[in-house]
């Protein structure tokens, strides 16, 4: 039997993020630049449910049988094999690899569980929906954050640029032109789980506080699907820089972060804002193509330690 390989793109967030977790809306797009990539080789003399992982990017080369149930490779593999109804599996070796950067704002995580679970279930011979791959994304991005927004594991698993209310289904955007999205990374860890919980209890401590700054996020990712849909994406910039606004009011944001969006900014950018997390991983510039190298090597002398440029192409 050949080898069966599943993969899944990382994401980013264009608007919304930690005002997503209080049901406010969220915009993010896949980003194929970088992927998770798992690579299934049956092993048809291995005794039942003897399942190797290999993941060179972690160092970890395991059985199965050797994880603990919460280890998220282990909770990928498993929980395919509970959506499936399955008593034991088969013997096989998995590999994962990805290109996506941990602990950046880009859906690593997710981006693996999903990779995985296409893998495996395509492997069993029952391919898991679109859907039950984002169920078994979001069960492990809860190892990960804690309270998750829901939106990695969506737009991953769907490949498709989403607008996303927490607790209601996902929408999925018609992109009306492209647009340039250049992508540096701080060199710092976002510690996503941590920058959430810490928020959680200032907001609890002061809702009042918190409330308008989160209405305030909201309308902005509302009126930037407007722009995707319909409009001129360099509209966009604005609205960019007025979301980093917030996120820093927020206290999500930091230095590092702050610096390389105003160096975007200062190298012709139509506008940027941390993704993610924040206080580390990731910030995103909106660009003229043509200035998108400037962009890009104006953010790698601020600091970034690696920059993406990507296209958000135009959908049907």
Not at 85 to 94: E, Q, V
Not at 192 to 210: I, K, M, W
């Amino acid at each position: 039997m050949p080898a069966i390989a599943a993969w899944a793109p990382g994401k980013i967030i264009l608007f919304g993020e930690h005002a997503v977790v209080y049901h406010r809306p969220a915009i993010a797009v896949p980003v194929s630049d970088v992927q998770a990539r798992a690579v299934i080789l049956p092993n048809p003399l291995g005794q039942s449910g003897s399942v190797q992982i290999d993941a060179p990017d972690i160092g970890l080369n395991a059985l199965l049988s050797e994880l603990p149930p919460e280890n998220p490779l282990a909770t990928s593999i498993l929980a395919v094999q509970e959506q499936l109804g399955l008593s034991s599996l088969p013997a096989f070796k998995i590999r994962i690899t990805s290109t996506i950067p941990i602990a950046a704002g880009l859906g690593s995580g997710a981006a693996i569980s999903a990779a995985i679970a296409r893998a495996v279930s395509n492997f069993l011979g029952h391919p898991l929906s679109d859907s039950q791959v984002s169920d078994i994304a979001y069960r492990v991005d809860q190892y990960y954050h804690g309270t998750p927004s829901g939106i990695d594991n969506t737009v991953i698993a769907h490949n498709r640029p989403v607008y996303f209310v927490r607790g209601q289904p996902f929408q999925t955007l018609r992109v009306a032109q492209p647009f340039t999205l250049v992508i540096g990374n701080s060199g710092l860890p976002s510690p996503t789980g941590t920058v959430v919980g810490d928020l959680r209890a200032r907001y609890e401590a002061d809702p009042e506080s918190y409330e308008p700054v989160f209405n305030h996020i909201g309308a902005i990712a509302d009126q930037a699907r407007g722009v995707i849909e319909q409009g001129d994406p360099f509209d966009l910039g604005p609205l960019l820089t007025a979301n980093h606004a917030f996120l820093h009011q927020l206290g999500v944001s930091c230095p590092e972060l702050n610096r390389l969006v105003t160096a975007a900014l200062a190298a012709g950018a139509l506008g940027a804002k941390l993704s993610g997390g924040g206080r580390g991983g990731n910030m995103i510039a909106l660009a003229e193509p043509e200035l998108a190298e400037d962009v890009s090597a104006a953010l790698r002398e601020a600091g970034a330690v690696h920059t993406i440029t990507t296209v958000v192409q135009a959908t049907p």
